[in-house]
């Protein structure tokens, strides 16, 4: 049967699989669900449970009345993108010693918990708490129990300060002392200060939407594996660390939307980039020629950055761009005859409130296939 996994020598249900399965309604601690002794992973994500609290027999998973089943073998448990409500949260989510993956991103739980309580569950390596309306606090842990974690997304959890074991325990270190971190997300809180720069192990980093300043190190630089870079919506000043560019033969997404950054853009991109998207608006700089060698980029995003120059002729080489934007700058001149083969894939083309003259040439039109909007306002 779909979405069950049975012990090979024993038949009992280890693996229950019921994410996005259109369920609805409530889970209530009779379900016979909570009868499955042996169960080790259990998904229920993307369904709809709404207003259900999560069933203390899941949480309690020390304690759970003999009638509900012992599941202290669960490893797995995944209840994200549910109508679930806890005010709060039952304590004993917090004590299963088993337990490697916990997810509750993207339900209504809210209070405020203390993020210690999560690193006494001292096996889990997957900890998603993202989209939730509670608050977490942090107090200094010892560096004794330095979290195994591999995926970390605390997105909006009203945190104020970086968790101190993500600091290196007020050790003059800059880089968290973890070697397996992949995934970090800490986007939409209200964080201050300057950035902490992850371990070399990072590929997903996100610090977007929150109150971040100062200059960017250049120590950022040595993270060879990294995928995505977010780090808009802060008001981080200053010039971008020259060797940036580096890091195009791992980085797919480079966002740095609003903040402070001036100075020369650097060289973005090295031959072999596999940059996809570039989001640089609302800073101020040049356009790097580098560009030309971002061979894999489909999405470009320039606007608001106070250029003053003709049409950047170079992005025609770009073969798979999907979508460019240029508003709100000072780009001036006439816009050429398209050359043979230029902007195939293109869909969006943001041209509004810049200094062009004349008019948009139509063999332009008539190559751009794939167009789905133009804006060419004011």
Known sequence: MDGVEC???????IGLDLGSSFLYGSIDSISSLFQLHNLTRLNLSD?????SEIPYAIGNLNQIPYRFGNLTRLTILDLGSNGFWCTPVPQSVFTPTKLEFLDLVNNYLSGTYNLGSFLNLTNLKVLELSGNK???VTTPVMSAIVPK?????????????FPDFLMGFHQPAVVPPWT??????LSSNNLQGSLPVPPASIYHYSVSNNLLTGEISSMICKLSSISVIDLSNNSFSGTLPPCLGTLSKSLSVLNLQNNNFRGPIPQACEKGSKLREIDLSQNHGL?????????????????????????PSLLGKLQQLKVIILRHNGFHGAIGKPKSNEFPRLRIFDLSFNKFEGGLPSHHFRRWKAMKVVDLGN
């Open 287 to 311: 356009i790097p020629t580098s560009l030309a060698n971002c061979n894999m980029l489909e999405f470009l995003n320039l606007g608001n950055k106070q250029f003053e120059d003709t049409f």
């Open 134 to 136: 509670f608050s977490l």
């Open 180 to 185: 397996n971190l992949r995934v970090l997300e």
């Open 47 to 51: 369904n709809d449970f709404n207003g």
């Open 149 to 161: 974690f591999i995926v970390l997304t605390l997105g909006s959890c009203n945190l104020i300060e």
């Open 7 to 13: 012990d090979y020598d024993t038949g009992h249900v």
